[in-house]
């Protein structure tokens, strides 16, 4: 189904504020494959449909949620009783993010009117003063509105992305079972001086270490220790194609999922949860073996990080 297909047939079709549509769409979202999420926001992006930009904020706003924020969905429609904002992301440590959601920046964009939004959430004591606003827009040419935030008085609370490296994000985030690759990308949405380019290294760096890691594991779940039949085989283990792995894994995981009855998301490419995070699933695979000796058909690496999890 396209997502306007998805859009009509939740509720009664409408997509307006605290309406069952709204609801049931939201809860679809919460659900679907992040593959499947990015094909819709790129769909808003490029055919102009009714509530096309209401969508795109949900979908926005559930790319928050698979970064590992608590997303606040926001209004659809502003009102003169409410403060318009698209959404809240909240994550423990961090300052708020204030989310404000753009298709284009052909059309000025009142600055003034998204630092409104802050200061009263700030005085309604749902925000504290150290929260920034993230400006997240469908094109990637956005000279205008950049040089519009840099200079206005607003340079060092507004930060802006499109919505192509949000996507990007939310890849990196689900390649990494590292809790330091998350730490990072939320801090490259903080506002931060960019004349010194320290932090934009160590983002690169972890991510760095996190593939070389992740590539180790990889490796151990694709032979065990010692498998080789005979001396003339040492260090010509055969590997499995990481991506053959990877579908077997989602394969294991969705008929497990359907066992319990529960939907799950992929949090990273070892780790699931249901949309509460309360259920959670690590899967390792492996394939079989078949070797001499004293040995086991099957072998699995299981990491603390998982155990955590």
Partial sequence: MSIEQIVSSAGDGNLLDNSPCCHEFRE??????????????RHCLESSFKDSGLVLQD??????????FEAENGLY??????????????????PDLIIEVKTTDYVTVRLEK???YKEKLVAEGRLTREASILIVVGREDTGALE????????????RLISIERLIKLVQIREKS???????????????FEYTKIDKIIDVIFTTAVNVESQQEIEQQEAAPPGDVTDE??????????PDHLNAKRQEAVDWFARLRGKELV?????LFWSPDKEFRVCCAVSKRYEAKGDYQPYWYAYHPSWDAF
């Fill in 147 to 158: 040089a519009q935030v840099r200079g206005s008085r607003y340079a060092w609370d507004m």
């Fill in 266 to 270: 992929k949090r990273s490419k070892t």
């Fill in 232 to 241: 003339r085989d040492v260090g010509k283990q055969i590997r499995t194609d």
């Fill in 28 to 41: 679809f979202l919460s659900v679907a494959p992040s593959e499947r999420l990015f094909d819709y926001a």
């Fill in 77 to 94: 429609r502003g009102k003169r009783t409410a403060i318009g904002y698209d959404g809240i992301w909240r994550a423990t440590g961090e």
């Fill in 177 to 191: 079972d590292d809790a330091s690759t998350l730490n990072q990308i939320r801090q490259l949405l903080q506002p």
């Fill in 114 to 116: 998204i630092a409104e």
């Fill in 59 to 68: 979908i926005v706003n559930e790319f928050g949620r698979r970064l590992d």
